[in-house]
């Protein structure tokens, strides 16, 4: 059986995992909501060889744009870091930062690599410097671009690259060649950028729902499994108190001139069928009459009468801890009403017997039966007694 303490909540169970699934897709919903897109960006990149009088045509591919920059088209000379001290300075972070910018040039632009500061550091440091634009490469061979947050950069454009080609680049950059490169806006894309807290709470939310989902699925089978059993058990229970019941019911056979084959009289109300000569007829606790092949299948689950409903397991006095089928308790005001019916019967059977005769009761308001609701004289009403005639001596 399910514990006390467990019915208030017990209809409450099966909403409780699907409310955890509910928050966890309301939470990656909000959380793709808030996916940023972001822009590649398309690189060109070419190399003039002033003595050679060529130029050479290199592609960056998977550029980005960061997330603050604009959206925007730009072009011009491309420039590293002097070297400080004699060190090259690939990062921009240092505040002797400079760069050779060629007399009469009107847009350049910035290359650094990623590491050691912020990016909005590396920006705002080309941006100080007159840089169009800031190209970034990463600091990790091979490793993609990453979405750049740098607010407060202004409209300075920032785009990062991967480390493929840079140091084709740097090396025609190091021989003081002229490096021209175009950016040009590309493809917009949805990015899922979860951080470590988000992918951590949807893991734990995920857990708890498988646990709260197994524990109450193990606990709902559990249950039914002992409510079946239990219930089998009163099953077998009630049908054997029912068989050792209906053994003590009184049965006879119908025969002629018997008052269950008078057309009058009430008919088996399983069957509603009359009664007939011969017929096996069962009589309640409550005098109620059916036929026995009628009523016993009905005994044997129910335990009670078709009629009046009546427990017979508790009129004949046996006890079981077992509710009947129609869970019924022992109902005395109708047991009374039979036994009052009983009474009637018996004296519908002296009325109708010749040497009987009526008499009418001289003290108005006494009743010679027991004092029962039904029986008790009403003012104005005549009382009958009926005394059977002593033969005359």
Known sequence: MIPKWVL????????????????????????DNANQAYYTAL?????????????TLLVVDRGRYGQ???????????????????????????PRTRFQVPPNTKQWIALLQRGNCTFRQKILRAAFHNASAVVIYNNVSGEEPVLMTHQGTGDIVTVMITETKVKEILNYLEKNMSVLIAIAVGTRYQTKNYNRSSLVFVSISFIVLMIISSAWLIFYFIQKIRYTSARDRNQRRLGDAAKKAVGKLTTRTVKKGDKETDPDFDHCAVCIESYKQNDVVRILPCKHVFHKTCVDPWLSEHCTCPMCKLN????????TNVPCADNMAFDMERLARGQLGNRRSVLGDLT????LSLEPLRT???????QDGELTPRTGEINIAVTKLLPSI
Do not use: M
Request: with cysteine; hydrophobic share 45%; net charge neutral.
């Open 8 to 31: 208030p909540y017990w209809n409450y169970l099966p909403s409780v995992p699907i409310l955890v699934l509910f928050n966890c897709c309301a939470f990656l919903a909000s959380a």
């Open 312 to 319: 017979i397991l508790k009129a004949l006095g046996i006890v």
């Open 43 to 55: 690189i060109n990149v070419t190399v003039l060889n002033p003595e050679r009088s060529t130029h």
């Open 352 to 355: 109708s017997d010749s040497s």
């Open 364 to 370: 108005s308001g006494i009743s010679q039966f027991p």
């Open 68 to 94: 603050d920059s604009p959206k925007v088209a730009v072009k011009g000379l491309l420039l590293a870091p002097l070297p400080i001290n004699g060190v090259a300075d690939r990062l921009g972070c240092d």
